[in-house]
């Protein structure tokens, strides 16, 4: 490509005398590509200020009276603080505990499903030998490339049959048989343990799912917790889903419920927006304490890393 | 195949433990799928026997029904603009966290921030964000510029959704960051030396690294934009709102109200197949283009 400067650069001398193999990041950092100006800081600061914006006057509208509501006369910077409306959600207003029972219940059966099932299957694919494997992987890696609107409609058709439209089965089912991407995460974690752990361990007479489970199993803790982070993430902000399947109000997961609320107000109303917002909070909330709790152990995945391998 | 007794055993596991995948597989994607093919060949309520069209959808859909090439021109708008754009926003504000700057914590947190709220949440906020007299609005006044009403008006109703996405651009800001932190430091240092500046430092060192982690951004933030459904439907209800409705339909809210909205399974059917193939040929192009602009440090050892 033209304009890349290349260099072997470990082996020459360097330019800030240091021997070899010596931290570089002092000198490095006072190269004019890394050296940050005011104007550094003002952009920053301006962005920064921009992004938060829509989350502080989400709280904002949160906090607000029902009056400010109907007239819409929001602010960005919270005028009125009325807590209250925190715990109007859950009273008799609205189903908003409902509506987060149901997301915890459904969250947490499609992680387990998740973690469960593609821990297994990942390991296998990664350690024990079968003719036909190498095939099967293949159509493993393809299964990512078709998109979920292929298959939507006749999976419709095939819970509907089974009788599940308006239970959360749909939704929680097909976590318990993996998918093609957190499988593909497990192989790979796997291939980079040393083998002569499982190995000693068929030596001393441990069959195969002894192995997974006395020996992989606890040792794919940090892959397993990130396939649980994105099952968590992806399933708790799930909309299309519930929209599909779920009809009664009371079984409706929180994503579903809070723009439920907004679409069934009376006639000639706006929507309780206070109301509405605290259920966006409270949707938005868990999402960033489980980033925080977890990120420690998605930069261990080094998920980052990952994608630059696409070719 | 003559295999040993061991061989067999493990072979026996291999199969049992990949069962759970196998049957999902054939119950969810391969069966649906042709299950899919079928139906897109028909005319089918669901309800009643499906009627055998041949390809009546496909023809229809492309020479008949002026909704779809409205509904695809909008999809391709909307990832057209916002994916690139996205990861233009993203490469620039990476760049400027990479530097030696306090606080870098901080500003990557509330960058990032917005890519963890989930787009239920985004979408009820953008509603009163870009209401007639929100916050964007105000602020555009303050500027002296009349701000359009974003979320009712046909023509602004897809800007207004590329607003939204920008919001998110941070997710692409950590990944570039992480791979901008990864560029040997002695590359920067050579350049120095050879007194090139910190834009020549960016174009020439920076960029290169990067293309292909843009690259693989390119492509995933692609196939997910062909497939926006949520941010549409809520802002944009056909119930409620005509206009808005009307300029920013995209594939997957069609191919819903088809499907659930109207009970057109076949139709609907033949729509997901249609999007598959626009997706297709889109990330053909994009790897296409990639010995053009993308850079493996493999290729020059």
């Known amino acids: 490509m033209a304009g890349v400067l290349t260099t072997t650069a470990p082996e020459r001398t360097r330019v800030d005398g240091a021997p070899p193999g010596a931290p570089a990041r002092r000198s490095a950092d006072r190269v004019r590509a890394f050296r940050a100006t005011p104007f550094t800081y003002a952009t920053l600061i301006v962005v920064a200020a921009i992004l938060t914006t829509p989350i502080v006057f989400a709280v904002s509208i949160a906090l607000s009276s029902d009056a400010?509501?109907?007239n819409a006369t929001f602010t960005v910077i919270p005028r009125e603080f009325h807590w209250e409306n925190f715990s109007r959600v859950f009273g008799s207003e609205l189903p908003m505990g409902r509506f987060l029972i149901n997301s915890v219940i459904i969250s947490v059966c499609s992680v387990a499903g998740q973690v469960l099932s593609s821990g297994l299957v990942g390991y296998a694919f990664a350690r024990l030998r079968a003719p036909g494997k190498d095939a099967l992987f293949l159509v493993v890696l393809a299964t990512m490339m078709v998109p979920a609107q292929i298959t939507m409609i006749p999976q419709f058709i095939l819970f509907r049959e089974l009788g599940w439209v308006n239970t959360f089965l749909p939704l929680i089912v097909p976590n318990f048989?993996?998918?093609?991407?957190?499988?593909?995460?497990?192989?790979?974690?796997?291939?980079?343990?040393?083998?002569q752990l499982d190995e000693a361990a068929m030596v001393d007479g441990l069959g195969f799912f002894g192995i997974y489970r006395r020996i992989m199993f606890p040792m794919l803790r940090p892959v397993l917790i990130a396939i649980g982070i994105f099952t968590l993430t992806y399933t708790w902000g799930e909309f299309m889903g519930p929209l599909i399947y779920l009809?009664?109000?009371?079984?409706?997961?929180l994503a579903l419920g809070v723009q439920y609320i907004t679409t069934t107000s009376t006639p000639g109303q706006p929507p309780p927006w206070n109301l509405v917002m605290v259920g966006s909070i409270l949707l938005a909330v868990p999402m960033v304490i489980v980033y925080y709790l977890g990120q420690k152990h998605l930069y261990e995945m080094d998920i980052n890393g990952g994608s630059a391998g696409l070719r | 195949m003559a295999l040993t007794k061991r061989r067999r055993r493990e072979a026996f596991w291999f199969y049992l433990f990949v069962s759970p995948w196998v049957i999902g597989f054939l119950a969810f994607m391969l069966g649906p799928m042709i299950a899919s093919v079928y139906y897109s060949l028909t005319d089918w309520d669901s309800f009643?026997?499906?009627k055998w069209v041949g390809l009546h959808n496909y023809t229809e859909l492309l020479t008949d029904d002026p909704d779809f090439w409205h509904v695809l021109g909008h999809t391709v708008y909307y990832a057209a603009i916002s994916v690139p754009l996205g990861l233009v926003a993203g490469l620039w504000l990476a760049n400027l966290l990479n530097k030696r700057i306090r606080a870098r914590k901080l500003f990557r947190t509330l960058i990032y921030l917005p890519t963890l709220v989930p787009l239920v949440a985004t979408s009820m906020t953008f509603m009163r964000m870009l209401a007639p007299s929100g916050p964007l609005n105000k602020a555009l006044g303050l500027l002296g510029i009349q701000g359009p009403a974003w979320l009712v008006d046909a023509t602004w109703i897809k800007p207004a959704l590329i607003l939204m996405s920008l919001w998110g651009a941070g997710g692409a800001t950590v990944l570039l960051l992480a791979a901008m932190r990864g560029i040997p430091r002695e590359l920067y240092e050579?350049?120095?030396?050879?007194?090139?500046?910190?834009?020549?430092q960016f174009w020439s060192i920076t960029l290169p690294h990067l293309t292909p982690v843009i690259f693989f951004n390119l492509v995933m933030g692609l196939i997910a934009a062909f497939q926006v459904f949520t941010q549409v439907y809520i802002l944009a209800p056909k119930a409620s709102n005509a206009g808005a409705y009307n300029g920013a339909q995209t594939m997957v809210p069609l191919l819903f109200d088809q499907a659930f909205g109207t009970y057109h399974m076949g139709y609907a059917s033949a729509i997901a197949w249609?999007?598959?193939?626009?997706?297709?040929v889109f990330t053909v192009i994009a790897f296409r283009t990639t010995r053009r602009w993308v850079f493996y440090e493999t290729e020059v050892k």
């Open chain 1, 68 to 70: 400010t509501v109907s």
């Open chain 1, 177 to 195: 048989f993996s998918n093609a991407f957190n499988i593909f995460l497990v192989r790979q974690f796997v291939t980079r343990l040393p083998s």
């Open chain 1, 247 to 253: 009809n009664d109000e009371s079984k409706m997961p």
């Open chain 2, 48 to 50: 009643t026997a499906p």
């Open chain 2, 190 to 200: 050579a350049a120095e030396v050879d007194g090139a500046g910190s834009t020549r």
């Open chain 2, 274 to 280: 249609l999007l598959f193939a626009v997706i297709l």
